[in-house]
C-alpha cells in the first residue's frame, strides 16, 4: 500500500539522517545516564534500594531525556525549509506524522534498554525473569509517550522557545502514563503478573485515543 | 464595550447572587456536625470544580469550533473559556485544602479528586506559557486549539488513573438538610454566574485587544 | 501557449488574526506562461503563494487546478504536480546528494527513482559529489542541488519565491535559461520576486499585488524595465523593485 511505503520512506530518511547527525541521540543519551548518576547522588543508592523504588524513578529518566530528543524532532526539520518540502509534497499528512512518531518510538525503546542496562550496571537493579512483561510493559507505554511527544514535536516547531514549553505542556497530560509505567513496572517485577490487569488497559486505552487524535490533529498543527 | 448591557446585567446578577449566596452560607446554613463551620467552604468549592468541568468543555468546543472553521471569535471564546476556567480551578485548590486542613491537619494530601485539580491546573497553567510565548505567531491560535483539544480528552484519563492511584478518602458524600441544599443551590448559582460574567468580561477585552493590535499594525 | 488555466483563483480573500490579508484576488497560471508577481512587502504575495500552494485554506474564494474546484484530493495532485523554488535549499544536510534526491524522488511516486535522480545530478553538474554530504556543498552547488531536486517529479507547474536572491551572475542566467526551457515546455511558472532585468524579457505577465489587492495587471510585452518600475511606483507608490 502507498501509505505504508510512504511511511518506510520517511522513517528510512530519518533514521539515516539521525544515525549521521548524531548529536541530538548522543546527547539523548548522555543525558539519561548523567540523570540516573545524579539519582543515585540524591538519594544514596546505598541505604535506598532501588529495586522497591525504581520503578517510577527510571520512567521519571526516560521522560526528561526522551522529551529532550523529541522536543527537536519536528523542529530539525526548519532548518532548510524540509518541512515545507513535506507538506508541499503529495506525501499524506498522516504517513508524515507516523513515520516520525515511529522514530521517535525506536528511539526511546533503544533509549530504555540503554537505561536498563546502566542501572544494572550502577545501581543493581535486576529484572532477570520480569524482563518480557517489563519490555511489554514499556513498550506499550512509550507507544503513547510517542504519539503525544510526536503531535506536540511539530505543533512547536516553529514556535519561539518550543524547546522549553514543549516538556512543560507535554507532562501534564502524560500523569497517567507515568502513574501506570511506575505501578507496572513494580508489578512486572514481582510474581504473578496478570496481563488483564486494569492499568494496562487504561495505558491502551491511552495509546489507542492519543495516537489517533493525534494523526487527526497532526494536518492542524502543521498548516497555515 | 460591546456586550456592555449584558455584562452589567450578568455582573449585578452574579453580585446579587453572590451577596445572597453568602448570607445563606454564613447565616441560614446549619454547622456541620463533624466538620465544623470550615465545612462551609464546600458550598463554594463544589460549584467551582463543577464550573471548571463546564468551562473547559467549551474550551474544548470552541477550539474544534476553530480548527474547523478559522474564525477568530471562536479562538477568543475558547481562550477566555479556558481562562476563565483556570482561575476556577485556582479557587479549587485554595478552597480545598482549607476546608481539608481541618480534617487532615495538614495542607495538603494527596487524594483522587485533588489531585487531579491539581493536573489540570498544571494543564491549563501550560496552555497559558504557550499563549505567552507564541504571542505574535500567525499560527498561535490553531496551535492553542490542539493543545486544548488534547488537554481535554485528558481529563478523564487522568481522574481514573489518580483515582486508582490515590485512596485517602476525600469527604464523600455529605447529606444534606434542605437548609443546606437551597444554600447549595445558591451557591451553584452564585458560582455559575460569576463564572459567566468573568466568561463576558474576558471575551470582550480579548476581542479588543485583538482589534487594537489590528489597527496597529495597519497604522 | 493559450489555453485553458491549469492553476487558478477567483475572488480570493483571506484572513489573517482578524485582518484582511488578501481580497477579491484572481490570477490564472496557464501553461507556458510565465507570470510575474510584484508588490511591496506586506502585499500579500507571502499569503498568496502559500494558498496557491495549499500550505493554507482559502478564506473565501475559490483555488481551481484543472478546472476543477480543490477538495483534499485535489489538493493532493497539485501537490503531485507542483515544484516550489525558495531561498531555502529544502535539503537535508546529512544525506549525501543522491540520498536527498532518491528519497524526494520516492517520495513523489516518481518511476524508476535511481535512473532519474543519475538524470537529474548529471544536468545540474553535479554528478561527480553524488556521494558528498550535502552540508558540505557551497551555496552554488546546494541551490543547483536545490533546482534537480524540484524538477525530479517534472511539475507541470512551477512556483518561484524569490529565487535569483543570493545568485551570482552566472547563477542567475542559468535560472533565468532553466525557466524559459520549462516555458518552452509548457509548463506554468509564477516567479515572485524584485528583480525585473532577468526575468522581465521572458516574462508573458505582470501582476501587481498591493494591500492584499491586484492593483495592476496586464500583458509583459512591450514593457521595459523602466516602464514597469513606473507602473509599480504608480500603483503602489513605493519605489519598487532594483
Same mark, same amino acid.
Given at each position: 500500500?502507498?501509505?505504508?511505503?510512504?511511511?518506510?520512506?520517511?522513517?528510512?530518511?530519518?533514521?539515516?539522517?539521525?544515525?549521521?547527525?548524531?548529536?541530538?541521540?548522543?546527547?539523548?543519551?548522555?543525558?539519561?545516564?548523567?540523570?540516573?548518576?545524579?539519582?543515585?547522588?540524591?538519594?544514596?543508592?546505598?541505604?535506598?534500594?532501588?529495586?522497591?523504588?525504581?520503578?517510577?524513578?527510571?520512567?521519571?529518566?526516560?521522560?526528561?531525556?526522551?522529551?529532550?530528543?523529541?522536543?527537536?524532532?519536528?523542529?530539525?526539520?526548519?532548518?532548510?525549509?524540509?518541512?515545507?518540502?513535506?507538506?508541499?509534497?503529495?506525501?499524506?499528512?498522516?504517513?508524515?506524522?507516523?513515520?516520525?512518531?515511529?522514530?521517535?518510538?525506536?528511539?526511546?525503546?533503544?533509549?530504555?534498554?540503554?537505561?536498563?542496562?546502566?542501572?544494572?550496571?550502577?545501581?543493581?537493579?535486576?529484572?532477570?525473569?520480569?524482563?518480557?512483561?517489563?519490555? $511489554?510493559?514499556?513498550?506499550?507505554?512509550?507507544?503513547?509517550? $510517542?504519539?503525544?511527544?510526536?503531535?506536540?514535536?511539530?505543533?512547536?516547531?516553529?514556535?519561539?522557545?518550543?524547546?522549553?514549553?514543549?516538556?512543560?505542556?507535554?507532562?501534564?497530560?502524560?500523569?497517567?502514563?507515568?502513574?501506570?509505567?511506575? !505501578?507496572?513496572?513494580?508489578?512486572?517485577?514481582?510474581?504473578?503478573?496478570?496481563?488483564?490487569?486494569?492499568?494496562?488497559?487504561?495505558?491502551?486505552?491511552?495509546?489507542?485515543?492519543?495516537?489517533?487524535?493525534?494523526?487527526?490533529?497532526?494536518?492542524?498543527?502543521?498548516?497555515? | 464595550?460591546?456586550?456592555?448591557?449584558?455584562?452589567?446585567?450578568?455582573?449585578?446578577?452574579?453580585?446579587?447572587?453572590?451577596?445572597?449566596?453568602?448570607?445563606?452560607?454564613?447565616?441560614?446554613?446549619?454547622?456541620?456536625? =463533624?466538620?465544623?463551620?470550615?465545612?462551609?467552604?464546600?458550598?463554594?468549592?463544589?460549584?467551582?470544580?463543577?464550573?471548571?468541568?463546564?468551562?473547559?468543555?467549551?474550551?474544548?468546543?470552541?477550539? %474544534?469550533?476553530?480548527?474547523?472553521?478559522?474564525?477568530?471569535?471562536?479562538?477568543?471564546? $475558547?481562550?477566555?473559556?479556558?481562562?476563565?476556567?483556570?482561575?476556577?480551578?485556582?479557587?479549587?485548590?485554595?478552597?480545598?485544602?482549607?476546608?481539608?486542613?481541618?480534617?487532615?491537619?495538614?495542607?495538603?494530601?494527596?487524594?483522587?479528586?485533588?489531585?487531579?485539580?491539581?493536573?489540570?491546573?498544571?494543564?491549563?497553567?501550560?496552555?497559558?506559557?504557550?499563549?505567552?510565548?507564541?504571542?505574535?505567531?500567525?499560527?498561535?491560535?490553531?496551535?492553542?486549539?490542539?493543545?486544548?483539544?488534547?488537554?481535554?480528552?485528558?481529563?478523564?484519563?487522568?481522574?481514573?488513573?489518580?483515582?486508582?492511584?490515590?485512596?485517602?478518602?476525600?469527604?464523600?458524600?455529605?447529606?444534606?438538610?434542605?437548609?443546606?441544599?437551597?444554600?447549595?443551590?445558591?451557591?451553584?448559582?452564585?458560582?455559575?454566574?460569576?463564572?459567566?460574567?468573568?466568561?463576558?468580561?474576558?471575551?470582550?477585552?480579548?476581542?479588543?485587544?485583538?482589534?487594537?493590535?489590528?489597527?496597529?499594525?495597519?497604522? | 501557449?493559450?489555453?485553458?488555466?491549469?492553476?487558478?483563483?477567483?475572488?480570493?480573500?483571506?484572513?489573517?488574526?482578524?485582518?484582511?490579508?488578501?481580497?477579491?484576488?484572481?490570477?490564472?497560471?496557464?501553461?507556458?506562461?510565465?507570470?510575474?508577481?510584484?508588490?511591496?512587502?506586506?502585499?500579500?504575495?507571502? !499569503?498568496?503563494?502559500?494558498?496557491?500552494?495549499?500550505?493554507?485554506?482559502?478564506?473565501?474564494?475559490?483555488? !481551481?487546478?484543472?478546472?476543477?474546484?480543490?477538495?483534499?484530493?485535489?489538493?493532493?495532485?497539485?501537490?503531485?504536480?507542483?515544484?516550489?523554488?525558495?531561498? =531555502?535549499?529544502?535539503?537535508?544536510?546529512?544525506?549525501?546528494?543522491?540520498?536527498?534526491?532518491?528519497?524526494?524522488?520516492?517520495?513523489?511516486?516518481?518511476?524508476?527513482?535511481?535512473?532519474? %535522480?543519475?538524470?537529474?545530478?548529471?544536468?545540474?553538474?553535479?554528478?561527480?559529489?553524488?556521494?558528498?554530504?550535502?552540508?558540505?556543498?557551497?551555496?552554488?552547488?546546494? =541551490?543547483?542541488?536545490?533546482?534537480?531536486?524540484?524538477?525530479?517529479?517534472?511539475?507541470?507547474?512551477?512556483?518561484?519565491?524569490?529565487?535569483?536572491?543570493?545568485?551570482?551572475?552566472?547563477?542567475?542566467?542559468?535560472? !533565468?535559461?532553466?525557466?524559459?526551457?520549462?516555458?518552452?515546455?509548457?509548463?506554468?511558472?509564477?516567479?515572485?520576486?524584485?528583480?525585473?532585468?532577468?526575468?522581465?524579457?521572458?516574462?508573458?505577465?505582470?501582476?501587481?499585488?498591493?494591500?492584499?489587492?491586484? $492593483?495592476?495587471?496586464?500583458?509583459?510585452?512591450?514593457?521595459?524595465?523602466?516602464?514597469?518600475?513606473?507602473?509599480?511606483?504608480?500603483?503602489?507608490?513605493?519605489?519598487?523593485?532594483?
Amino acid at each position: 500500500m502507498r501509505f505504508i511505503k510512504v511511511v518506510a520512506v520517511l522513517f528510512l530518511k530519518d533514521f539515516r539522517e539521525e544515525l549521521r547527525r548524531k548529536e541530538d541521540v548522543a546527547a539523548s543519551f548522555l543525558f539519561a545516564l548523567l540523570s540516573l548518576v545524579l539519582f543515585a547522588f540524591a538519594l544514596d543508592p546505598t541505604r535506598v534500594d532501588l529495586n522497591e523504588t525504581g520503578s517510577g524513578l527510571l520512567w521519571l529518566v526516560v521522560l526528561f531525556a526522551g522529551s529532550l530528543f523529541m522536543s527537536g524532532s519536528f523542529r530539525k526539520e526548519t532548518e532548510n525549509g524540509t518541512l515545507y518540502a513535506l507538506l508541499l509534497s503529495p506525501c499524506d499528512r498522516g504517513a508524515l506524522y507516523v513515520g516520525k512518531f515511529l522514530l521517535n518510538f525506536l528511539f526511546l525503546l533503544a533509549l530504555e534498554a540503554l537505561l536498563l542496562l546502566f542501572a544494572y550496571l550502577l545501581l543493581d537493579f535486576r529484572v532477570s525473569d520480569g524482563l518480557p512483561a517489563l519490555g $511489554a510493559v514499556w513498550a506499550l507505554v512509550t507507544f503513547g509517550y $510517542a504519539a503525544v511527544g510526536t503531535l506536540f514535536s511539530a505543533l512547536l516547531a516553529q514556535v519561539r522557545g518550543g524547546h522549553v514549553i514543549f516538556p512543560i505542556l507535554l507532562f501534564p497530560i502524560l500523569v497517567p502514563l507515568v502513574i501506570a509505567a511506575a !505501578t507496572l513496572t513494580e508489578q512486572a517485577l514481582s510474581p504473578g503478573f496478570s496481563w488483564g490487569n486494569q492499568w494496562l488497559r487504561l495505558v491502551g486505552l491511552f495509546d489507542i485515543l492519543f495516537f489517533t487524535a493525534s494523526v487527526f490533529l497532526f494536518e492542524f498543527a502543521v498548516e497555515e | 464595550m460591546p456586550h456592555r448591557r449584558w455584562s452589567i446585567l450578568l455582573w449585578s446578577l452574579a453580585l446579587a447572587a453572590n451577596s445572597a449566596a453568602l448570607y445563606m452560607v454564613f447565616l441560614y446554613a446549619p454547622v456541620e456536625v =463533624q466538620m465544623g463551620a470550615v465545612q462551609k467552604i464546600f458550598y463554594y468549592h463544589v460549584p467551582s470544580a463543577i464550573a471548571c468541568y463546564v468551562l473547559l468543555f467549551l474550551a474544548f468546543l470552541f477550539s %474544534a469550533l476553530y480548527l474547523w472553521r478559522e474564525e477568530p471569535l471562536y479562538d477568543h471564546l $475558547a481562550h477566555s473559556a479556558a481562562e476563565v476556567g483556570w482561575v476556577f480551578i485556582t479557587l479549587v485548590l485554595v478552597t480545598g485544602p482549607i476546608w481539608g486542613h481541618s480534617a487532615w491537619g495538614k495542607w495538603w494530601v494527596w487524594e483522587p479528586r485533588l489531585t487531579s485539580f491539581l493536573i489540570l491546573w498544571l494543564t491549563y497553567s501550560a496552555y497559558f506559557l504557550l499563549r505567552l510565548f507564541s504571542r505574535g505567531d500567525a499560527r498561535a491560535a490553531k496551535i492553542a486549539a490542539v493543545v486544548a483539544i488534547v488537554a481535554f480528552f485528558d481529563v478523564p484519563i487522568v481522574h481514573k488513573a489518580i483515582s486508582w492511584w490515590g485512596s485517602i478518602v476525600h469527604p464523600r458524600k455529605v447529606v444534606l438538610e434542605p437548609a443546606m441544599r437551597w444554600t447549595f443551590f445558591a451557591g451553584l448559582a452564585s458560582v455559575f454566574l460569576l463564572a459567566a460574567a468573568l466568561f463576558l468580561t474576558r471575551f470582550d477585552i480579548q476581542r479588543a485587544e485583538a482589534l487594537r493590535a489590528e489597527k496597529e499594525e495597519w497604522a | 501557449m493559450s489555453g485553458d488555466p491549469l492553476l487558478s483563483v477567483s475572488g480570493l480573500s483571506k484572513r489573517l488574526s482578524g485582518r484582511a490579508v488578501l481580497r477579491e484576488v484572481n490570477l490564472n497560471l496557464l501553461p507556458g506562461q510565465l507570470t510575474l508577481l510584484l508588490g511591496p512587502n506586506g502585499a500579500g504575495k507571502t !499569503t498568496l503563494t502559500r494558498i496557491l500552494t495549499t500550505l493554507s485554506r482559502p478564506g473565501r474564494g475559490v483555488l !481551481t487546478f484543472r478546472g476543477s474546484r480543490t477538495t483534499e484530493s485535489t489538493r493532493v495532485r497539485l501537490r503531485a504536480e507542483l515544484g516550489y523554488i525558495s531561498h =531555502q535549499t529544502f535539503l537535508y544536510a546529512h544525506l549525501t546528494a543522491e540520498e536527498n534526491l532518491l528519497f524526494f524522488a520516492r517520495l513523489y511516486g516518481v518511476p524508476d527513482p535511481a535512473s532519474r %535522480a543519475a538524470a537529474l545530478l548529471e544536468e545540474v553538474g553535479l554528478a561527480g559529489v553524488k556521494d558528498r554530504v550535502v552540508g558540505t556543498f557551497s551555496r552554488g552547488m546546494q =541551490q543547483r542541488l536545490s533546482l534537480a531536486r524540484v524538477l525530479l517529479p517534472d511539475p507541470s507547474l512551477l512556483i518561484l519565491d524569490e529565487p535569483y536572491a543570493g545568485l551570482d551572475p552566472e547563477g542567475s542566467r542559468r535560472l !533565468t535559461g532553466l525557466m524559459a526551457s520549462l516555458k518552452a515546455r509548457h509548463r506554468a511558472l509564477l516567479l515572485v520576486t524584485h528583480e525585473m532585468e532577468d526575468c522581465l524579457p521572458i516574462a508573458d505577465r505582470v501582476v501587481i499585488l498591493h494591500r492584499g489587492a491586484v $492593483a495592476w495587471e496586464g500583458p509583459a510585452e512591450g514593457l521595459t524595465v523602466e516602464g514597469l518600475k513606473a507602473r509599480y511606483f504608480e500603483t503602489t507608490g513605493e519605489g519598487g523593485p532594483s
